[in-house]
């Protein structure tokens, strides 16, 4: 599900800004519960939720809030452009809300802002994909129930590829030559957002390197990683990238309008780009950088918490456990009506009629077969870090082993004030 439309960031990539780092200090909902009820059955309770770009997700939220009969839960449905802001800020205040969406953040569970919900995930542990149980897990506790998995890829026009006699790219030297051949004087060859952030992880990744080792070191600065940002310079100055676009990467309107013939977006942006161009859409994953390297895809996603300093925990996990484990129905509502996204349970997954067939089954493959995930530990100073290498080498054309040895002492740095 994409963010509203007049949103100008990629919110899978950057709803871990700053102020989420206020929780490494301990954030607390202070003050009364005002209108969440006095305890026991029909507590009232409070969710957020960050406005989905997509038709009906909103309803649909509240019609699963209406649904339960245990508590009153209101949503507070935020807009604009900055959810995570709004989010921590009112996690300072007396009306925090008592379950909120985001993603898994090492510095709310070292806070004690989120709690505790192994107890329920614990029977059904075994029907989520693994790899979202161990994105939410430290020291053995999992905190955050995993709502869907958001694969991206690089989406193309087919029509394009066979007119400029262009194959699907499998490294990254094709993929630049690919868009090379596909821009023409109204059509630039490749998006990757306005500010190349967007894929920050899958060139680590694509290069055969990682984010952070088993034991929490930095492992990014590697020589092929290097070399992929050499590259992207090269990209950056060609003429062949669409810079600054009327929207970002994670809506599809750029391919969509025919502003390019490749785009880094996400699988959520199916159904909107098979209803403008048909059949003349495919998908592909980010190409593999250097010798080393595999193709890979990122998988974000959004998970359900419950806020530790509430006065409701019990009755709010109660609320998460019914919406997010017991309800089926509503899960693969949710994770296939309104966008495409993969649903986290496994036997979801397998069984979600709409993901079997065509372009979105494509997309499980791939995701399947290429697929990564966060670690809770590559907080938002790591993050921001890497973005500045980003910004200094493929934009700025600065030395990038001079900026990844640069970025790997701030990540140290973070590191051990994390984990000592």
Not at 58 to 84: F, M
Not at 106 to 126: C, N, R
Not at 272 to 291: E, H, R, T
Request: with cysteine; glycine share 10%.
């Amino acid at each position: 599900m994409s963010a509203s439309s007049n949103m100008n960031w990629d919110r899978r990539n950057v709803l871990r800004a700053a102020m989420g780092l206020a929780a490494a200090g301990g954030l607390a909902a202070c003050g009364s519960n005002t209108g969440r009820g006095s305890g026991g059955s029909g507590d009232g309770l409070v969710q957020y939720f960050h406005a989905y770009g997509e038709a009906g997700v909103e309803q649909a939220v509240k019609r699963y809030a209406k649904d339960y009969k245990d508590a009153n839960v209101t949503t507070q449905w935020i807009t604009g452009n900055n959810y995570e802001q709004k989010l921590f800020a009112a996690l300072l205040t007396k009306n925090a809300p008592d379950v909120f969406e985001f993603h898994p953040q090492i510095q709310m569970v070292k806070s004690g802002q989120v709690a505790d919900l192994t107890d329920i995930i614990e029977p059904v542990k075994d029907d989520f994909n693994p790899a979202d149980i161990k994105s939410h897990t430290v020291d053995g506790k999992i905190y955050g129930v995993r709502m869907i998995d958001d694969p991206q890829f690089l989406f193309y026009r087919p029509s394009l590829f066979k007119k400029a006699g262009v194959e699907v790219p499998t490294t990254l030297e094709e993929l630049i030559e690919a868009a090379d051949k596909l821009t023409t004087s109204k059509v630039k060859g490749l998006f990757l957002g306005n500010d190349l952030t967007s894929i920050d992880r899958p060139l680590i990744w694509s290069a055969g390197a990682d984010t952070l080792t088993a034991d929490n070191k930095p492992a990014f600065n590697t020589d092929a990683v290097a070399e992929g940002l050499k590259q992207l310079r090269g990209l950056f100055t060609s003429g062949n990238l669409l810079l600054d676009a009327p929207a970002d990467s994670w809506d599809p309107s750029a391919l969509i309008q025919g502003l390019t013939a490749m785009q880094w977006c996400g699988m959520w942006a199916m159904p909107a780009m098979q209803k403008a161009l048909g059949d003349d859409i495919g998908i592909f994953p980010f190409p593999k950088v250097g010798s080393a390297g595999r193709q890979s895809v990122y998988n974000g996603g959004w998970s359900m918490f419950v806020n530790a300093k509430s006065k409701n925990v019990e009755a709010a996990k109660e609320y998460v456990k019914w919406l997010w484990i017991d309800q089926k129905k509503h899960q693969e509502d949710f994770a296939t009506s309104y966008g495409f996204h993969i649903p986290p349970r496994t036997s979801l997954a397998a069984s979600a009629t709409k993901l079997k067939s065509g372009l979105p089954a494509e997309g499980v493959k791939l995701f399947n077969e290429f697929g990564h995930f966060d670690n809770i530990g590559w907080t938002q100073a790591m993050i921001a870090a890497f973005w500045d290498v980003i910004a200094n080498t493929v934009r700025k054309n600065g030395d990038p082993k001079a900026a990844l040895d640069a970025c790997e002492k701030k990540v140290d740095a973070e590191l051990k004030k994390l984990f000592g």
